[in-house]
């Protein structure tokens, strides 16, 4: 008798543990509640999969043995709470890819900023240091997919809270813990201490054979590594005082000691600017110090990194004004970041959809670097109650194309346009990414 699987969500995870769990002999079905996209659609006709959209058939769901969720379908959710209640055991897809990958390795990143940006910069230096690996999860290309189809011996991974929350075997090699800060605590009963477990997950199955790469200075990480029984080898990396090992950036250097060998880098001939850049880029280096790229490689790829669109992108420089795309900024924290790395008059575009915003983490980077705010959202009241006070100008706009021209508008040669929201893009846009292009199709129509 074949396992019965049921996979809730068809979407990029769905469809990839869909894939997987019908190669090694499940008894698939696939439900979504809503509709599924055309690519994912005929994937699964493809593979002879069943599945359901636009709604789920209770029966169907309930029967399973074991169910994977996405992990963009909460707990709170009706049908995840009935599969609860049966018992019935829930994975995420990580587990699912983790279960099959074999003598596979894993380097997984997950924190609440910058792991994106430090996935692809050690998948970069891995790739250019002949490491033969994939870059998969929370990024873009399904784990589970990526080992059903073209597995490798090594994998970078993205990971969400989302995915570790469901996990039971999975382990990685090597973890990276970028930093903390309040996100998504809807999902977690506005509880930030059940966020802040969620993210210890990663070092969960650890052995003292692998390693756990933090950052030292985040205060939030500083406070709660000590309550996890964490059985890996740490290697903090810091600004403040050099650890035995792990990285250290002081007075303009970079030094990254994992015991085998030293690597010293000035911080001038980094890709990536900023001072949280700096943090990632430690990161990306430990790590791949310990799956062993050589030295001179992880320099050479830390220089030539090119930044990941909608990160922190330069679009263009038009009559003496740079236009910086940071779409992917979709909470506070991330415009902080974006804002402190910011070395000339700003023209901040900000708005959209609010989580829950508190916009006074930002007022002093605000005052300081900040000239003109552009709102680009359908309602912008609490951008403007929360700056009033802060900046002359403050304009409401109500596309990429027009927040664009205005910002351009208060410009003067020298200064930055950036475009680091602070809010998700659901109210005029598709999602991040379709912001995100609209605003460089809008700053090469000037």
């Not at 959202?377 to 700056?387: L, P, Q, S, T, Y």
């Not at 003067?412 to 609209?438: H, I, M």
Request: aromatic share 8%; glycine share 8%.
């Amino acid at each position: 008798m074949s396992k019965r699987m049921v996979i809730l969500g068809g979407g990029e995870s769905g469809v990839g543990a869909a894939i997987l769990a019908a190669q090694h002999g499940y008894e698939v079905f696939v439900s979504d509640g809503g509709p599924l996209k055309d690519s994912y659609r005929q994937a699964l006709e493809k593979h002879n999969i069943a599945f359901e959209e636009k709604g789920h058939s209770e029966d169907r769901v309930l029967n399973a043995d074991e169910v994977m969720k996405s992990p963009g379908i909460p707990d709170k959710n009706e049908t995840v709470k009935r599969i609860r209640a049966k018992g019935i055991p829930v994975i995420s897809e990580i587990e699912l890819a983790y279960r099959y990958k074999g003598d596979s390795r894993i380097i997984g990143i997950t924190g609440s900023n910058g792991k994106s940006t430090t996935t692809a910069l050690t998948y970069h230096i891995c790739r250019h240091g002949g490491l033969d690996c994939a870059l998969v999860g929370n990024i873009g290309y399904s784990f589970a997919r990526q080992v059903a189809e073209d597995p490798k011996p090594w994998y970078v991974c993205e990971i969400s809270s989302f995915q570790l929350d469901d996990i039971v075997d999975f382990r990685s090699d090597v973890a990276i813990l970028t930093n903390i800060t309040e996100d998504h605590l809807d999902r977690y009963d506005y509880k930030f201490e059940n966020y802040i477990a969620s993210k210890f997950r990663i070092t969960k199955n650890q052995t003292h054979r692998d390693y756990f790469i933090y950052n030292a200075d985040d205060p939030v990480i500083q406070q709660h590594v000590g309550q996890f029984q964490i059985h890996s080898n740490p290697l903090p990396f810091t600004m403040q005082q050099e650890p035995n090992k792990g990285g250290f950036i002081g007075k303009g250097q970079m030094t990254i000691n994992t015991g085998s060998e030293k690597l010293q880098m000035s911080i001038y001939d980094f890709a990536l600017k900023g001072i949280h850049n700096q943090y990632n880029t430690m990161a990306a280096g430990i790590a791949s110090a310990t799956v062993g790229i050589r030295k001179e490689k992880i320099r050479e790829a830390i220089q030539s990194f090119e930044a990941l669109e909608h990160r922190m992108e330069y679009v263009s420089t038009i009559r003496g004004v740079e236009f910086i795309n940071d779409s992917k900024a979709t909470n506070v924290n991330s415009t902080w970041y974006a804002l402190e790395s910011m070395d000339k008059p700003t023209i901040l575009i900000l708005g959209g959809v609010d989580k829950g915003n508190d916009y006074s983490l930002i007022r002093d980077l605000v005052r300081e670097k900040v000239k003109a705010i552009v709102c680009m959202g359908v309602d912008n009241r609490k951008i403007h109650e929360a700056f009033q006070h802060d900046v002359p100008v403050m304009v409401n706009t109500s596309s990429a194309e027009e927040a664009v021209k205005a910002a351009f508008h208060f410009a003067t040669k020298g200064d930055t346009v950036l475009l680091s929201p602070a809010c998700a893009s659901f109210d005029l846009f598709k999602n991040y990414e379709d912001r995100g292009r609209q605003f460089k199709e809008a700053v090469r129509d000037l």
